[in-house]
């Protein structure tokens, strides 16, 4: 029998889709939700021949008017698939509501681990392949940002020039319309980045929430696929640099601002490269100048509470499908926008 328990799961009208939709596989399903996101849910779907495949939904109430597009994401992802950045292979988009409330799609499932702390990263990798994990990553970092979107599908994503004046409008944007309290900071952040933005050198694909919690690492210790495309578009690459930046912590960050919540970063284990070593990669491997990171870190910084704070919103409205600690989610929101003025204060100095 199909499980209809599953909340934000309409087990009998899916099961019907994915027989129809998805080739080879085999009823009765069993869903099931895989946790660890906060935004679009995601469910492990596994068909009586055992065979698993992931679903991915927005959110179970009204959300703001551009975000949880699924039929954008898988897009992106049948796009990259055609490139050398490793994603799980896309199999079917539903547009019709009437299957489960919302739109959704299915992509076959990647087996691998999330390395969202660091406990994780050092039961998993040994410390003498954190290195080569390191590399593999901003080297896949860099081969996003040298894929052609017109070959690929993507040239009309989104707007190539002027991405950060439109991602501090759309974010600020947000924040206004999600924000659960007043933050002087979010403001001074904002006016500091809008008087200083760098110019723009060339469009990529921007993934933007690049990091090693959004990402499968398999037995090779490589990573085995990129997730978690909602926020990508096309813009300025080193904007993905900064964000990586953000959360790549390095030892004896643990009680620092600059890396908030270090000592649980999965790259405070031992042995992954630093960010020097992580910049100069990327630099070699792209021709781009980084000179300018912590201008980009700074926005990030700032971008990330307002979507955090979008979150948190949704978690009181009670949108998610789960409850959550709201007041851990507001220390982050706190944590980020200090680190934000932090960095913009810093870059007059």
């Given amino acids: 029998m199909s499980d209809e328990t599953v909340k934000g799961i309409h087990a009998d009208r899916v099961t019907d889709w994915l027989q ?43 959300v703001l008017a551009t975000a949880h597009d699924m039929g954008r994401e898988h897009k992106i992802i049948s796009g990259v698939a055609h490139s050398t950045v490793p994603v799980p292979p896309a199999l079917g988009l539903c547009t019709d509501d009437a299957v489960n409330d919302a739109p959704f799609y299915v992509m076959a499932y990647v087996d691998g681990v999330v390395l969202d702390t660091r406990e994780v990263a050092e039961r998993t990798v040994p410390e003498g392949e954190r290195s080569n994990l390191g590399i593999d990553i901003i080297e896949i970092l860099a081969r996003l940002h040298q894929v052609d979107v017109d070959a690929v599908g993507l040239g009309d994503l989104g707007r ?17 319309k999600s924000k659960t309290r007043e933050l002087a900071a979010m403001d001074e952040v904002y006016d500091a980045l809008s008087s200083e933005i760098p110019e723009q050198v060339g469009a990529a694909i921007v993934h933007g929430d690049y990091r090693l919690g959004n990402m499968l690492t398999g037995e090779d210790h490589r990573i085995a696929a990129v997730l978690d495309w909602e ?15 953000n959360n790549w912590a390095e030892a004896g960050e643990e009680n620092s601002v600059a890396s908030r919540g270090a ?4 790259t405070a284990a031992p042995g992954f490269p630093s960010r020097a070593e992580m910049i100069s990669r990327y630099e070699s491997l792209t021709g781009r100048d980084a000179s300018k990171i912590d201008y980009y870190r700074a926005f990030q910084y700032w971008r990330l509470a307002a979507i955090v704070e979008g979150v948190m919103a949704r978690y009181l409205k009670g949108v998610m499908g789960a409850d959550a600690d709201t007041s851990a989610f507001k220390a982050q ?8 003025v932090e960095r913009v204060r810093s870059l007059g100095a």
């Fill in 20 to 62: 129809a939709h998805v080739p080879g596989t085999k009823a009765p399903f069993t869903f099931s939700l895989i946790t660890g996101g906060h935004s679009n849910l995601t469910y492990k779907v596994v068909d009586a021949a055992g065979q698993a495949y992931v679903l991915r939904r927005p959110p179970l109430g009204a």
């Fill in 160 to 176: 190539k020039e002027n991405y950060l004046e439109r991602q501090l409008k759309r974010w600020r944007t947000q924040w206004e």
């Fill in 231 to 245: 926020l990508c578009t096309l813009g300025d690459p080193l904007a993905d640099l900064g964000y990586l930046l």
């Fill in 263 to 266: 000592a649980l970063s999965p």
């Fill in 333 to 340: 929101i706190d944590g980020l926008a200090d680190s934000a």
